[in-house]
């Protein structure tokens, strides 16, 4: 997505500086007019900063029109085996480095808006799992959730400093994420320990399936559809707080969080995610075993 976003404003006159962190990238890039390419990991503050002072030293007194951020990472496990660090890292990527961010390059917004009658915007991209959780996606939920309440938390306090703060979720799209997501559920269900393994299969076997049926799904947006629609926000003189770039997005935002019952949202989930399927026998016998056992419960509660 964030290529395609490149592309197309560069396309039509913006000087766009686009990050990378690969060398790969850095040459695609390269290739294009109108942009820049700024090697930055979003995760690291430094390289923000060494990003900074570059595009201050480009932009000048006439400073930073929009914002977009972009960069997004999934990570797929069981909540009983998700590891911390790639917990972690989620957390900072898709969470923490859009706060970063913004943050570091206000003072080039604000040089924009002296400027300009056209105020400068922030736009974050969010994504339908932020409105609802979803099974072995916890820290993908969580991220996004998260970043939905950062944004409206940034509209307040940036609109202070007349600085336009936007919310977009894209819904599912055809892009690479799809790919890397059931790659990544393959491996992690491969490092399981062989009772885990046993007992997750079914579970992330059928989110393979289902990842793969998406990213070859003709009715899927693809990156320069939402490129587009996000030009268009761009674009707006006064831009609305959030938009829903797909109908899934609209869905899930104003129908299956807002309307529909909790109750039936679990169902609806566990179908679709066939966690209503027999566990192997042996499994549950263990299981079954512990739990006939005469161990006493306990519950730990924090404050």
Not at 51 to 80: C, H, K, W
Not at 93 to 99: D, I
Not at 171 to 193: H, S, Y
Not at 198 to 225: C, H, R, V
Request: glycine share 6%.
């Amino acid at each position: 997505m964030g290529l395609a976003d490149a592309i197309l404003f560069a396309r039509n006159g913006y000087q766009v500086f686009a990050t990378y962190r690969s060398s790969k990238d850095e040459e695609k890039l390269n290739k294009l007019n109108n942009v820049h390419p700024i090697k930055m990991d979003v995760t690291n503050a430094d390289d923000i900063q060494r990003a900074f002072q570059q595009i201050s030293r480009i932009v000048g007194d006439n400073g930073l029109y929009a914002i977009i951020n972009n960069a997004g990472i999934m990570y797929t496990a069981p909540f009983e085996y998700a590891n911390e660090e790639r917990a972690r890292q989620m957390i900072e990527v898709n969470l923490m480095a859009p706060y970063k961010i913004c943050q570091t390059f206000i003072p080039l917004l604000k040089k924009h808006n002296a400027n300009n009658s056209i105020k400068a915007r922030v736009i974050n991209i969010a994504s339908w799992a932020g409105y609802i959780g979803q099974p072995f996606i916890p820290f993908y939920n969580a991220s996004k959730a998260g970043l939905i309440g950062l944004s409206e938390s940034m509209y307040y306090d940036l609109g202070l400093l007349d600085i336009h703060v936007v919310l977009a979720s894209p819904g599912v799209t055809r892009t690479p994420m799809l790919g890397k997501a059931t790659v990544d559920g393959t491996d992690n269900l491969q490092a399981l320990p062989k009772a885990g393994l046993d007992f997750y299969k079914p579970y992330l076997d059928n989110i393979k399936t289902m990842g793969e049926g998406a990213a070859n799904s003709k009715f899927l947006p693809t990156a320069d559809t939402l490129a587009k629609k996000l030009y268009k926000i761009v674009e707006a003189k006064k831009p609305k707080y959030k938009y829903n770039l797909a109908l899934d997005a609209a869905f899930m935002d104003k129908i299956m969080a807002k309307i529909i019952p909790l109750s039936w949202r679990f169902a609806m989930n566990k179908r679709m995610y066939k966690l209503n399927i027999k566990t192997p026998a042996k499994v549950v016998s263990s299981m079954k075993s512990v739990q006939s056992g005469d161990n006493k419960s306990y519950a730990v509660s924090h404050s």
